[in-house]
C-alpha cells in the first residue's frame, strides 16, 4: 500500500511512549465530529488535531448536513445519541448519497448491537467510554480500507474479508471458518490478522505488527508479536501445517499467504 | 368445609349431586303424596258401590244362606261377614274425624247404606294380616236388623318405594354429572391455563400472556391478570431503564475523564486513572448486560468452543492469572457467541480471583458440551450455594470486596447459560477447591 494513506506504516520516532502523536499522517484527512455534549466534542476535536487531523466539530443533524454539504469531508464520526434525531438514521440518510466513512459512538452495549445489526451502512462503531487510542486506532484503520479501495467499490452490504473461506467481519469483530462455525478470537489476535488481511501477501516485520495493533487497543498485547502470532496461528489452521495461513519469513517477520478480498 | 373436595370441579360435583338427590327424593315424595289422594278417591268411591252391591245382595237372600253368600262376596281388600246381632255393641259411634270424613264421602256416593244404620271403626289387626296397616271395620244394619260386617284392608310395601327412589336417582345423577363434568372440564381448561401462564410470567416479553377468553369471570381474571402482568412489567422497565440511563449517562463523563488523562504529565498517574476508569466501565457493563439479560438480540451462531476457551486462557494468562486447559478438544455448540464468552470468562475470572487458579477442561458428553473450572480456592459454604446467584450477592467475606465487581458475575454467567438451555452447578472438590461445571446442548 501506498505510504501516504497508510498511516500504521509512518516511522513511529517513540514506540511504546505515552504520547498522542502515535501517528503522523501527511495528507491532512479532514473529520466531521457530531456530538451533542460540548466539552467531548472539544476534548475529542484537541486529541484529533494534536494527531494530525482536521477537525470540525457540529452538535446536531441540521448543523452536520450543512457541513457535509459545504465542505469536503473525509470522515465522520456520528454520537447515536443525538437531540431530536437517532444516529442511526442520519446515518441511514448519509449513505443513500455518500460512501463517506462513518464511525458510530455508542453508549450502550444494545445500540452497538443495532449499529452491528441493521444495515445502516456504518463502517465501525466505538463504544463509549472509549480510550483515545482505540478511537485513533479505529480512525486509522477505516482510512486505511478507505485507501485500499478509495472508490469503495465494495458493495453496501459488505463489511468484511474474505480467504480461503473464512470470514473477518470487522463490525462484528468476527471470525467464522469456512464451515460457518464461529471461532473466537481475542483482541489482540483480531487487530492482528486485520493487519494481516488490510495487507496480504506482503512481508510485515514485527515493528510494523506491533505499531498496528498498539494504535488499535491498547490492552491485552503485552505478549510478543511471536506469541500472538502463533495463538493466531493455532485458531486458523485448516489443520495441516503445511498450508499455514500466516508465513514465518526468517529473519524480517510474517506473510499473510492467501488471497483476500471483500466479503 | 372439610367434607368438601378441594377442587372446584370436585364442589361442583359434589353439589351438585346432593342437590339432584334432594330435588329428586322431594318430587318423588310429591308425585307419592298426589297419587295416593287421587287413589284414595277413587278407592272411596269403589268401596261405596261395593258396600252398596253387597249390602243389597245380602239383604234380598234368605237369612240361612247369607253368610254362604257373605264369604262367596269376599274378595282382594274386603272380608265379608254377616251377623244376627251387632258385632261391637255399645261402641261409641265415629271416633275419629278421618272416619268421619271417610263416612260422609261414602255416603255421598251411595246415601242408601245408611238407611238402617251404618258404623265405621277402626279393628284391631288380627295376626295373620301382619303386614296390614290400617283396618277398617264398616257394619251396615239390615232391614230386619242384622248385620252386614265389612273388613277392609289397605296394604302398602314399603321398599318398592325407596328402591325406586334410589335407581332413579342414581340414573338421572349419573346422566347429569357426566355432562356436568364435561362442562367443568371445559370451564376449569381456562383456569389452568391461567395457571400455567402465572408460572412462565416473563417479564421480558411484552403483550397479552393469556388468552382473554372462556366464561365471563375467568376472562375477566384473565385480564386482570394481564393487566397486572403490564404493570408489573412496566414498575421494572422503568426501574431498568433508570438504571440503565444512570448507567448510560455516567459514560460520556466517563469518556471525557479518560479524554482529559491524555493530557496528564505523571505516566504513572495516567495508568492509575485509567485503571479506575476501566474498573468503573466493567462495573457498568456487567450492570447494564445483567439488566439487558435476555433482551440480547445477538444471533444464535455454531461457536467454536475450543477457542473460546483458548482465548479466555490466554487473556486471563497475559493479565497475570494462573490459567491452563487441562483437556481441551474441538466442541462446536450452537449459542449467542458474546453471550457465552461473557458467561465462561465470569466463571473463569472467579475461579482465577477467588481460587488462586483455574484448570479448565472441554468434553463432549453425548449431546452435552461440557466445561469444567477447577480452582483451588476455599470453595462455597453449602449454605450459600443458591445465594451466590443473587444478583448483588457477594460472600460476606472481606477479602472478596477487594476483588472489585459488583457481584453480577455469576447472576449474568448462570441466566446466560440457562438462556442456551445449558446448566450451571457448584460443588466443593473432595481434594479442596470449588468445581464450576457448565453444560450447553449441542
Keep these: 500500500m501506498n505510504q501516504a494513506i497508510s498511516p500504521g506504516n509512518s516511522d513511529n520516532p517513540m514506540p511504546g511512549a505515552p504520547s498522542d502523536r502515535l501517528v503522523q499522517v501527511p495528507a491532512q484527512h479532514h473529520i466531521l465530529l457530531v456530538d451533542d455534549d460540548a466539552e467531548l466534542r472539544q476534548l475529542v476535536a484537541k486529541f484529533l488535531r494534536t494527531n494530525g487531523f482536521r477537525v470540525t466539530t457540529v452538535r446536531s443533524a441540521p448543523e452536520l448536513r450543512h457541513a457535509f454539504s459545504s465542505m469536503p469531508i473525509d470522515l465522520i464520526i456520528l454520537d447515536i445519541m443525538l437531540p431530536g434525531v437517532s444516529g442511526l438514521e442520519l446515518c441511514r440518510e448519509i449513505r443513500k448519497t455518500s460512501v463517506v466513512p462513518i464511525?458510530?459512538?455508542?453508549?450502550?452495549?444494545?445500540?452497538?448491537?443495532?449499529?452491528?445489526?441493521?444495515?445502516?451502512?456504518?463502517?465501525?462503531?466505538?463504544?463509549?467510554?472509549?480510550?483515545?487510542?482505540?478511537?485513533?486506532?479505529?480512525?486509522?484503520a477505516v482510512l486505511r480500507r478507505m485507501a485500499i479501495d478509495p472508490g469503495l467499490r465494495r458493495p453496501a452490504a459488505a463489511r468484511g474479508y474474505r480467504f480461503e473461506g473464512w470470514i473477518l467481519d470487522t463490525l462484528k469483530r468476527e471470525l467464522t471458518n469456512p464451515d460457518g462455525i464461529v471461532v473466537d478470537l481475542s483482541t489482540g489476535e483480531y487487530d492482528l490478522l486485520l493487519a494481516f488481511v488490510e495487507q496480504p501477501q506482503k512481508v510485515l516485520?514485527?515493528?510494523?505488527?506491533?505499531?498496528?495493533?498498539?494504535?488499535?487497543?491498547?490492552?491485552g498485547f503485552d505478549r510478543s508479536i511471536d506469541v500472538q502470532v502463533s495463538r493466531l496461528r493455532r485458531k486458523i489452521t485448516a489443520g495441516d501445517d503445511d498450508h499455514a495461513m500466516v508465513k514465518t519469513v526468517r529473519g524480517v517477520g510474517y506473510m499473510f499467504v492467501p488471497t483476500v478480498a471483500w466479503s | 368445609m372439610k367434607l368438601l373436595p378441594a377442587s372446584i370441579a370436585g364442589r361442583f360435583l359434589t353439589l351438585l349431586f346432593a342437590s339432584i338427590f334432594i330435588l329428586h327424593l322431594g318430587s318423588i315424595g310429591l308425585y307419592h303424596w298426589g297419587l295416593e289422594a287421587e287413589l284414595d278417591v277413587t278407592n272411596e268411591k269403589r268401596l261405596a258401590e261395593r258396600l252398596a252391591s253387597v249390602k243389597r245382595a245380602i239383604a234380598r237372600e234368605t237369612p240361612a244362606r247369607r253368610e254362604e253368600l257373605a264369604h262367596a262376596l269376599s274378595g282382594g281388600p274386603l272380608e265379608i261377614h254377616w251377623s244376627e246381632n251387632d258385632p261391637a255393641p255399645g261402641r261409641t259411634e265415629i271416633t275419629t274425624t278421618d272416619f268421619a270424613s271417610l263416612k260422609q264421602k261414602l255416603l255421598s256416593v251411595a246415601p242408601e247404606l245408611a238407611e238402617n244404620g251404618l258404623s265405621i271403626t277402626a279393628a284391631s289387626p288380627l295376626p295373620e294380616h301382619a303386614s296390614a296397616t290400617r283396618f277398617l271395620l264398616v257394619s251396615m244394619r239390615l232391614h230386619d236388623a242384622t248385620w252386614v260386617n265389612v273388613t277392609a284392608t289397605r296394604k302398602i310395601d314399603p321398599q318398592t318405594g325407596f328402591q325406586s327412589v334410589a335407581l332413579s336417582t342414581t340414573v338421572m345423577v349419573l346422566g347429569v354429572i357426566g355432562v356436568a363434568a364435561f362442562l367443568i372440564r371445559q370451564l376449569t381448561r381456562s383456569l389452568s391455563t391461567l395457571v400455567d401462564a402465572?408460572?412462565?410470567?416473563?417479564?421480558?416479553?411484552?403483550?397479552?400472556?393469556?388468552?382473554?377468553?372462556?366464561?365471563?369471570?375467568?376472562?375477566?381474571?384473565?385480564?386482570?391478570?394481564?393487566?397486572?402482568h403490564r404493570?408489573?412489567?412496566?414498575?421494572?422497565?422503568?426501574?431498568?431503564?433508570?438504571?440503565?440511563?444512570?448507567?448510560?449517562?455516567?459514560?460520556?463523563?466517563?469518556?471525557?475523564?479518560?479524554?482529559?488523562?491524555?493530557?496528564?504529565?505523571?505516566?504513572?498517574?495516567?495508568?492509575?486513572?485509567?485503571?479506575?476508569?476501566?474498573?468503573?466501565?466493567?462495573?457498568?457493563?456487567?450492570?447494564?448486560?445483567?439488566?439487558?439479560?435476555?433482551?440480547?438480540?445477538?444471533?444464535?451462531?455454531?461457536?467454536?468452543?475450543?477457542?473460546?476457551?483458548d482465548t479466555i486462557t490466554s487473556d486471563l494468562t497475559d493479565l497475570g492469572y494462573d490459567v491452563a486447559q487441562v483437556r481441551a478438544s474441538s466442541v462446536v455448540a450452537r449459542g449467542r457467541h458474546l453471550a457465552l464468552k461473557r458467561a465462561l470468562w465470569n466463571l473463569t475470572e472467579n475461579a482465577v480471583k477467588y481460587g488462586r487458579r483455574a484448570r479448565l477442561s472441554l468434553d463432549k458428553r453425548g449431546a452435552l458440551a461440557v466445561i469444567v473450572i477447577d480452582d483451588d480456592g476455599p470453595g462455597i459454604p453449602d449454605s450459600e450455594k443458591e445465594a451466590v446467584f443473587r444478583p448483588f450477592y457477594r460472600i460476606d467475606d472481606s477479602r472478596n470486596r477487594e476483588m472489585g465487581g459488583v457481584g453480577l458475575g455469576l447472576t449474568v454467567a448462570s441466566s446466560i447459560i440457562q438462556s442456551h438451555g445449558g446448566q450451571l452447578s457448584l460443588e466443593n472438590r473432595s481434594g479442596g477447591g470449588l468445581r464450576t461445571t457448565v453444560s450447553l446442548p449441542l
Design chain 1, 103 to 140: 464511525i458510530m459512538l455508542t453508549a450502550k452495549a444494545d445500540e452497538a448491537d443495532r449499529v452491528v445489526g441493521l444495515e445502516i451502512g456504518a463502517d465501525d462503531y466505538v463504544t463509549k467510554p472509549f480510550s483515545p487510542r482505540e478511537l485513533l486506532a479505529r480512525i486509522n
Design chain 2, 231 to 309: 404493570r408489573v412489567k412496566r414498575l421494572v422497565d422503568d426501574r431498568t431503564q433508570t438504571l440503565a440511563a444512570i448507567s448510560h449517562d455516567l459514560k460520556t463523563p466517563l469518556t471525557r475523564l479518560r479524554l482529559r488523562s491524555e493530557d496528564v504529565a505523571d505516566a504513572d498517574l495516567v495508568r492509575a486513572m485509567t485503571a479506575d476508569i476501566v474498573e468503573m466501565e466493567t462495573m457498568l457493563d456487567s450492570t447494564l448486560a445483567f439488566l439487558r439479560g435476555d433482551q440480547i438480540d445477538e444471533d444464535i451462531k455454531p461457536i467454536d468452543l475450543g477457542s473460546l476457551l
Design chain 1, 205 to 219: 516485520s514485527r515493528e510494523q505488527l506491533l505499531d498496528t495493533a498498539r494504535n488499535r487497543v491498547a490492552t
Design chain 2, 198 to 228: 402465572a408460572n412462565r410470567l416473563d417479564l421480558s416479553t411484552g403483550g397479552t400472556p393469556v388468552e382473554e377468553a372462556g366464561p365471563s369471570e375467568v376472562r375477566a381474571l384473565s385480564i386482570a391478570f394481564n393487566d397486572m
